[in-house]
């Protein structure tokens, strides 16, 4: 009995992403968060040729443990992951990552809609999406994606954002159930 | 409402192109797989997944369709310029001794890569004793491939990446340009065989100093990949180079024991 209880527990997720100005709200989120908080992925839009100096700056402000996102490793607890320039970020349904360098969505590649997605029909109610700071649409349709398979979605308040426009689109498309500061998501993460 | 197909339906499909068609994408990773089915069943507008399953099953010319849309064909001209860097200040000179040099392309796609690949060889004067193979899956992006002509809108990443590589001038010198297109000189084509070939299902059909296979193995499942990665190690002379896309590895398959990695470059060299 005890036992069938503990393999029937949900796996959870938390997907954020995130574009122009979003790396310095990440950085005030980053150091509060607890280390027993779900599976950590972030796709960030950023310059295709940045390499990981990003992982070390996140690195720095975490007690969690930060790497790059590659193919075929599982997803697991006590680390953040960050998608690599380039390739979209899925999700198998046995909780491995793949990637893949398929067409720009969104001009974007990683794609924040595309990893929404994915997170959302594997991990269906367990994902917890954040969108923050950026001057793009990208987020909004995956936000929805997130809602229908019963996860939840959490814009950045538009008005701490440096960039509003990426969160303010999902608020304006009903795609964000909660607005929150970077307070109020480390609030959020850390209750999961 | 979008259709998402489900995994049942993703078997079934899968199934079917191999029984009627003989195509075997059973052992491709399934996320990916998934999403570029459900692009397709939206981009032809089907009403259900049924219909898809049904065109699939009976039209031999939609499934011509359907190989070239389910595979990811984005590619361009020195990806990644630092590894063409390393290819021309590292690989290049050691394979530049032999009296003949064969590489190997494999998932090529349109064929950026491999005229790159041209380049790098004719600037090390090599190109008149180099047989280029330039295979894929995808017999439309073959096609393109061979006849080397492009989009000119591809010219300005191409020079900014060609510069990176430590290339000099520009690639002028290399096409002709008409109207909006160019096209790759004769001196570089003839040099270059294009053929299809499928990594799961056809065998080696040769022995090679250099192996590329970029970003095609991120779309394969664990055995599938190690399956293709034997498949290089027999086309692969002793001291011959396999060189990968920029998140795939050797690592952790079965024939690693067999190569050393050069530095942190995807590109791995046959040790025994
Ligand atoms: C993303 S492209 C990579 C192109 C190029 N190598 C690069 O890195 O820019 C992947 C290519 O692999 C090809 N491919 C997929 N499955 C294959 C198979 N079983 N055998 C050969 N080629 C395959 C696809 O058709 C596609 O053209």
Known sequence: MEQNKITEVKSKLVIIGGSAGSLEVLLQILPHLHVDVPPIVVILHRRTDSESPLIDVLEMRTKLRVKEV????????????????????????????????????????????????????????GVTGILLSGANADGTEGFRKIQEHGGVTIAQNPETAEISYMPAQAIHHHTADRVADAEGIVAIINSL | MEIEITEEDLAVILNDVLDIHGYDFTSYARASLTRRINRLIMLDKFPSVAEFRYKIRSDEFYLKRFVEEITVNVTEMFRDPQFYKVLREEVI?????????????????????????????????????????????????????????????????????????????????????????IIFNEELRKKIIFATHNLVSDSSFNEFQLILCRNVLIYFDKNLQNKVFHLFDQSLEDLGYLALGAKETLKFSGISSKYRQLGKERIWSKIK
């Open chain 1, 70 to 125: 590659e193919e075929k490793e599982p997803v697991k607890q006590g680390w953040i992951y960050v998608a690599p320039a380039n390739y979209h970020v899925l999700f198998e349904h046995d909780q491995t990552f793949a990637l893949d360098d398929s067409e720009k969505v969104n001009h974007s590649r990683p794609s924040i809609d595309v990893g929404f997605q994915s997170a959302a029909e594997v991990y269906r109610d």
């Open chain 2, 93 to 181: 000179p050691t394979i530049a001794t032999k009296p003949f040099i064969r590489i190997w392309h494999a998932g090529c796609a349109s064929g950026e890569e491999v005229y790159s690949m041209a380049i790098l060889m004719h600037q090390a004067n090599l190109l008149h004793k180099t047989l280029i193979y330039a295979t894929d899956i995808n017999p439309d992006v073959i096609d393109t491939a061979q006849r080397g002509i492009y989009p000119s809108a591809i010219l300005p990443l191409s020079q900014e990446n060609y510069l990176q590589t430590g290339g000099h001038g520009d690639l002028n010198g290399y096409y002709t340009a008409k109207y909006d297109h």
